[in-house]
């Protein structure tokens, strides 16, 4: 893990992939987000995500009836002390303002991106490469902690 990129970081946002990845046990990546979560607690970094991600993490096992991943999500959130913000309409103005800024952001991205902004939060950890033109938050994709 390339723990210097978050250095000096007291706040990190997790976008929908990582809880993806770790709950689903993705061989690459999983194991990068385990580390990314016991760094934040061990260094004190307060993690964040908002109400989107579990809308966008939960569809899929839903429709699928897969409650033991319904129930592993929640319970991961609950364990790692993640704190799950709702979206208002600050998050939504700041949204509004990413979308202008740049033409290819889904409204989604936009809302998370948005939220990490209202939150304070250092880094926006994600692993959409597209995002990468963002400047604040600072983007970090999970292959670079590889």
Known sequence: MKVDLMNGF??????TAPFIYLIE???QFAPVVKDILI????????VT????TGLEFKTKPLRANRLDVLSAFDELISVS?????????????EALILQTQLLSLRA?????LGAAVVHQCDVFITNDKR???ITKPQIITLDQWK
Request: net charge negative.
């Open 10 to 15: 007291k706040s990190a946002f997790l976008d």
């Open 108 to 112: 989604m991205d936009s809302m998370q």
């Open 49 to 52: 995500t908002s109400v989107l």
């Open 81 to 93: 002390h993640i704190n799950v913000v709702s979206i208002t309409a600050e998050i939504i103005h």
């Open 39 to 46: 760094y934040c607690q061990n260094h004190a970094v307060v």
């Open 131 to 133: 995002l990468a033109s």
């Open 25 to 27: 046990g993705h061989l």
